[in-house]
T-cell receptor, first 108, second 117 residues
Framework: KNEVEQSPQNLTAQEGEFITINCSYS?????LHWLQQHPGGGIVSLFM???GKKKHGRLIATINIQEKHSSLHITASHPRDSAVYIC??????????FGQGTRLTINP | GAVVSQHPSRVICKSGTSVKIECRSL??????MFWYRQFPKQSLMLMAT?????????EQGVEKDKFLINHASLTLSTLTVTSAHPEDSSFYIC?????????????FGPGTRLTVT
């Protein structure tokens, strides 16, 4: 079974700060997901990556397959970035295993 | 990007009644859809994997007779909560896997909040 650990569990920062959320997993994978869940509940898939780095707007995701570690960065954070960020990795052919999530709060 | 819809977004029902939740992939075909539930401040818990044209695969501890899943087409899966009880109140989320997108690309629906009174 693939165990997924995220850190920190909660993060509060001021608007404009650079944010880093970490995700470690225990078993080798082909790809890792970063998801965003807003207070209303809906989930948005931010990234799926299998190597290196991906960037979308102010969001950057990196992964180190050898170290079984991924990071999600937010540059110039804004209150609308406040959400729960979840990393997920495959277990077997189809299932995803989810981290416990990181609750991010950006204060104006 | 790929879009997955759920209907309804919110539903309140009385204890003992059944509720059906629909999950649709709007612009792609999904041979596999997943149903999750989420309790407040907790992570998603996979309930079952729904494969088009075949029976769903339920996770351990999930009652298949209580949570009926039907995946009749490549764009629609339904979850029916039968004889609902207050403890079934939760946030239900589906996701769909794009058959053309390679391994593990999943798209999530917006979720359905079920309240059983």
């Amino acid at each position: 079974k693939n165990e997924v650990e995220q850190s920190p569990q909660n993060l509060t920062a001021q608007e404009g700060e650079f944010i880093t959320i970490n995700c470690s997993y225990s078993v080798g994978i082909s790809a890792l997901h970063w998801l965003q869940q807003h207070p209303g509940g809906g989930i948005v898939s931010l990234f799926m990556l299998s190597s290196g780095k991906k960037k979308h707007g102010r969001l950057i995701a990196t992964i180190n397959i050898q170290e079984k570690h991924s990071s999600l960065h937010i540059t110039a954070s804004h209150p609308r970035d406040s959400a729960v960020y979840i990393c997920a990795v495959p277990q077997g052919a189809q299932k995803l295993v989810f981290g416990q999530g990181t609750r991010l709060t950006i204060n104006p | 990007g790929a879009v997955v819809s759920q209907h309804p977004s919110r539903v309140i029902c009385k204890s003992g009644t059944s509720v059906k939740i629909e999950c649709r992939s709007l612009d792609f075909q999904a041979t596999t859809m997943f149903w999750y539930r989420q309790f407040p401040k907790q992570s998603l818990m996979l309930m079952a994997t729904s494969n088009e044209g075949s029976k769903a695969t339920y996770e351990q501890g999930v009652e298949k007779d209580k949570f009926l899943i039907n995946h009749a087409s490549l764009t629609l899966s339904t979850l029916t909560v039968t004889s609902a009880h207050p403890e079934d109140s939760s946030f239900y989320i589906c996701s769909a896997r794009d058959v053309a997108g390679g391994s593990y690309e999943q798209y999530f629906g917006p979720g359905t909040r079920l309240t059983v009174t």
